[in-house]
């Protein structure tokens, strides 16, 4: 324990104060493993007496843990620990409130923490003790005018919020507005919002909105209460009962957007607040579990929920106060991420939602719900969340049996000649979303039929809507071919419509029919040419529609046409399509990215088909199966000219603005594009100026499995061929670091693996911060199972990556700890044969660990094999590998006299002896000072003869 104690305090006196909390910490686990579980803040006081009690006698009585809590609370307050800092404080200070040292740095902490008025409390207690500690007099001196500091700040923000308030009440215009925004800016502060509140803010407020019927005057009120419920459960439960539901509904209800949206930013800060979600999301938990919230939040959130889903039905309500409604819904329905309320929406939610997604605004009905071009979307969005967050039979059986029962009554309804057309209006926005559930009602209640005669009925409005449906129904490759075929003629004669918006649904239909076949070229399931002239017509909507529904259409067409290899080199070549994808990438419609997505994943064979085995082929071929053809257009020549065409034409400037979908199908897609991009190193430049280093990290920690793996390889690949200063600047380079880790993994390739070692060597040598970060996401223990591989290739990337760790002091502790063979290992590869990387690499390693450790040093020549090891690497005809092993072996004698003794004592001295006698090479006269250097040492310490070395400054080399 004292030795633990006395490395600390030698890692300390170094600066090194992350290695010296790491020999604490292990002192302090010697003398009792419970002491770290107990929390103690300066306010604190631990609710379990009897350990308490315990622990105060274990710090009284032994001097050993009462220096190390101390030490470590010093070293944390080095680091910016603060609250660790104030912890082990604490723990000394309840055993031994006398102690100045403790409370000094635990004044200190708390003073960091903004938390001054504890801090002065501490400050004061170290006068009483002692009255002439300088120290305590200059910090109480500090605090004293810190907290008159704060005390005339809130007194200055006291008096602005008044005066904002007065100029917002009596002036008029712009007057009124400057005030209002000044307010906006005051409330951002936790200062100012309680200095609104404790002034009557929030209805001082309400009267400025009521007195005066201006949308500006409204929309500036409403963000002054938004940032007022933000990160305060006190100020969040007072905004609530204050503003009563109706006056929020109708906040929300705005026929202005911006009123609208800022009126649902209260409802959803209201939420974050009350529930304390942001801190709960970070807590791990059962996916099919919901977050326990007390019974006084509940209460909040159901009411919340409640409110909420009745403006939904609300005809009152503008289409952005219902897709906002909607958006607060998906957001915080679910039990997984949020609220848990999933179970009581499907009963009280859903039905609503289905009303919603069977409104026909082109019917003009009276009492109609007003949408925007977005809110089916929105409905669509929150029927999936809802459905991908069921976890039972019975709760999917409810579900189902809810769609069911609407879209009956629905299709049952005598008085109402729209009923019909309705609900088929409703099917396509459920297949949208739930593409099983509307799949099951079709073929439930036999709809097929039905959509194909309205499609065919002559009147525009019910060919729109049904023919969109029947080409949703058809999403789905194995549901296509049967439901299209049906109706292939209705699509040909709607394709010939005058009415653009019916001709390019249709379009989009007979696309899908086309792209069936996939990627199999013996498939044919149109006539020859066909699939071509589906492909043009779409790209002379793209390229020529002045209505962004059409082109939207259009991307979907081509998404499902690029399947075919034919159609990509015809479309890589129409470089005017391509741009205006590009451009159409700039639009913030989830829809259109996802379209422009799959198409830019079919140009560049970013998801290529797997190629059957030989014994399938033979398998099937006996069997008389059919077996795919690949397009000749299909093969590496072509694919890496498409991606090349892509990058001149500017996709890596695409490819940034798509990373704000939120779709994890759609971040699949473009992780994959990113990864094929990559592939060529002189990509990656134009990737990482455009952008792509700030995009694949967020890409690579959400989405799916496959997807995120795509964006960590990406990254990777970026990280081995350019400066990750250059590609990751700022933070970004310690972001990067996690995404890579997870690439080291048994399941991942050989491939991920090795070029996530690489991409780890090099921002290991970026600096000491990101070598730290490595080390704390567990990133040695998954390099180290590498070092051990049978793949030579990957066994030296470890390596590699390894002797850049070893500059950090978290990595030399490890290596300092007694019962393993890690250096046992580096000392063997070090005579590996045929393999002078791994050599290099691993004589790196063991230079820099056995510079600054003499524990390391010892190890090293516990190591049985290595005299015979080194002996033969010294004499290797490498330079740069024997320079190595002579920095090691002098790093070693340098140590004490001891390890001098051995060196000098074993066949490894005729080595040193004879290269310090030799004359060499230009490049090999630093090999020789070093050898030099250890003869000289041995003569110092009288352990050789001179006549033996025939040593003289003579030998010696500049």
Not at 569 to 598: G, P, R, T, V, W
Not at 762 to 782: F, M, P
Not at 812 to 835: A, S, T
Request: a negative charge.
């Amino acid at each position: 324990m004292d030795e633990l104690k006395e490395q600390g305090n030698s890692a300390f006196k170094q600066s090194k104060y992350q290695l010296a909390i790491q020999y604490y910490s292990q002192a302090i686990e010697t003398i009792s493993s419970d002491l770290d579980k107990l929390k103690v803040d300066s306010t604190i006081v631990s609710s379990d007496a009897e350990n308490l009690i315990q622990f105060k006698e274990l710090i009284r009585s032994n001097d050993c843990l009462h220096k190390c809590l101390n030490n470590r609370s010093q070293s944390n307050l080095k680091l910016g620990n603060f609250q660790e800092a104030i912890n082990d404080a604490s723990k000394v200070l309840l055993a031994i409130p006398d102690d100045t040292k403790a409370l000094y740095r635990r004044s200190l902490a708390l003073k960091e923490l903004d938390r001054l008025e504890e801090s002065l409390k501490d400050a004061k207690r170290i006068l009483i003790i002692d009255p002439k500690n300088k120290e305590s007099i200059s910090l109480i001196q500090s605090l004293s005018k810190l907290i008159q500091d704060k005390a005339d700040e809130q007194k200055s923000t006291r008096s602005q919020v008044s005066k904002m308030f007065e100029t917002a009440k009596t002036a008029n215009g712009e007057n009124r507005l400057n005030a209002l925004n000044n307010l906006i800016v005051l409330s951002r502060e936790d200062s100012g919002c309680n200095e609104i509140l404790s002034i009557d803010g929030i209805n001082k407020l309400i009267e400025i909105k009521n007195s005066h019927s201006n949308d500006e005057v409204t929309l500036a009120v409403t963000r002054i209460l938004a940032s007022i419920c933000k990160n305060s459960f006190k100020r969040a439960k007072l905004v609530f009962n204050q503003l009563q539901a109706d006056l929020i509904a109708s906040l929300i209800s705005h026929e202005k957007e911006s009123i609208s949206t800022a009126s649902s930013l209260i409802v959803q800060n209201m939420i974050y607040s009350l529930t304390d979600l942001e801190n709960k999301r970070k807590t791990k938990k059962q996916i099919n579990q919901s977050y326990e919230f007390s019974k006084e939040v509940q209460e909040y959130i159901d009411e919340i929920f409640r409110n909420v889903i009745m403006l939904i039905m609300d005809p009152k309500c503008s289409g952005y106060g219902r897709d906002n409604c909607i958006d607060l819904c998906l957001k915080f329905v679910d039990r997984a991420q949020g609220c848990g309320w999933t179970s009581r929406f499907i009963v009280f939610g859903i039905p609503k939602l289905l009303r919603v997604a069977s409104t026909i605004p082109e019917l003009n009905m009276p009492n109609s719900l007003p949408l925007t071009e977005h809110t089916k979307m929105h409905v669509s969005c929150c029927l999936s969340a809802v459905y991908d967050d069921i976890f039972s039979d019975t709760e999917r059986e409810t579900y189902q049996e809810t769609v069911n029962k609407f879209i009956k009554d629905l299709c049952e309804r005598e008085n109402d000649k729209y009923a019909k057309l309705k609900a088929i209006a409703c099917i396509g926005v459920i297949l949208q979303g739930p593409f099983d559930v509307g799949n099951n009602v079709i073929m439930q209640q036999n709809l097929l039929n039905l959509m194909l005669d309205l499609a065919d009925s002559d009147d525009p409005i019910q060919e729109k809507i049904a023919v969109e449906a029947v080409v949703y129904s058809a999403s789905k490759k194995d549901k296509a071919t049967g439901i299209l075929s049906e109706g292939i003629d209705i699509l040909k004669k709607l394709y010939n419509s005058k009415n653009n918006a019916i001709k390019v649904r249709a379009l989009v239909g007979l696309c899908k029919l086309a792209s069936c076949r996939g990627s199999d070229a013996s498939v044919k399931l149109l006539a020859d040419g066909s699939t071509e002239k589906l492909e043009h017509a779409c790209r002379k909507i793209l390229c020529s529609s002045m209505d962004f529904d059409n082109k939207k259409w259009a991307c979907d067409g081509l998404a499902y046409l690029s399947l075919d290899a034919d159609v990509k080199h015809i479309l890589i070549q129409d470089h005017a399509s391509i741009k205006e994808l590009f451009e159409l990438a700039k639009k913030d419609d989830k829809n259109i990215l996802f379209s422009i997505a799959s198409i830019l994943c079919n140009l560049s064979n970013a998801n290529p088909a797997k190629k059957p085995s030989e014994e399938m082929m033979k398998l099937a071929e006996y069997a008389k199966h059919h077996i795919p053809e690949e397009n000749e257009k299909d093969k590496e020549f072509y694919f890496k000219q498409r991606r090349q065409t892509l990058i001149d034409l500017g996709i890596a400037n695409a490819l940034t603005l798509m990373t704000k979908h939120d779709s994890e199908s759609c971040k699949e897609l473009i992780a994959s594009i990113y990864l094929v991009m990559a592939e060529e190193i002189e990509n990656r430049g134009k990737l990482v100026a455009a952008g792509a280093g700030k995009a694949l990290i967020p890409l690579s920690s959400t989405g799916t499995d496959l997807g995120k793996t795509r964006a960590a390889q990406a990254l990777a690949k970026i990280a081995i061929s350019i400066n990750p200063e250059l590609a990751f600047p700022g933070q970004r380079v310690l972001e990067v670091v996690r995404p890579l880790i997870k690439l080291l993994h048994p399941e991942k390739t050989a491939l991920e693996n090795f070029e996530s070692l690489l991409a780890l060597t090099n921002l290991a040598g970026v600096n000491d911060s990101v070598r730290k970060r490595i080390v704390k996401e567990q990133g040695i223990s998954n390099i180290e199972h590498y070092m051990f591989d049978e793949h030579e290739d990957l066994r030296r990337a470890a390596t590699e990556c390894l002797c850049n760790m070893a500059q950090n002091e978290d990595v030399l502790f490890v290596y300092e700890k007694p019962d393993n063979d890690r250096i046992k290992l580096l000392v063997l590869y070090c005579g590996e044969e045929d393999d002078i990387k791994l050599n290099l690499a691993a004589s790196g390693a063991l230079a820099q660990l056995s510079e600054n450790s003499e524990k390391i040093c010892q190890r090293i020549l516990e190591v049985k094999s290595f005299i015979p090891i080194f002996k033969q690497a010294a004499c290797v005809s490498d330079v740069e590998l024997q320079f190595r092993i002579f920095y090691i072996l002098d790093n070693i004698v340098s140590k004490n006299t001891n390890f001098l003794t051995q060196i000098v004592n074993s066949e490894l001295m005729d080595v040193v002896v004879a290269l310090s006698r030799l004359d060499v090479e230009k490049e090999r006269v630093k090999v020789k000072n070093l050898a030099c250097g250890i003869v000289k040492s041995a003569l110092e310490n009288e352990l050789i003869k001179p006549t033996m070395a025939s040593f003289s400054n003579e030998n010696q080399s500049d």
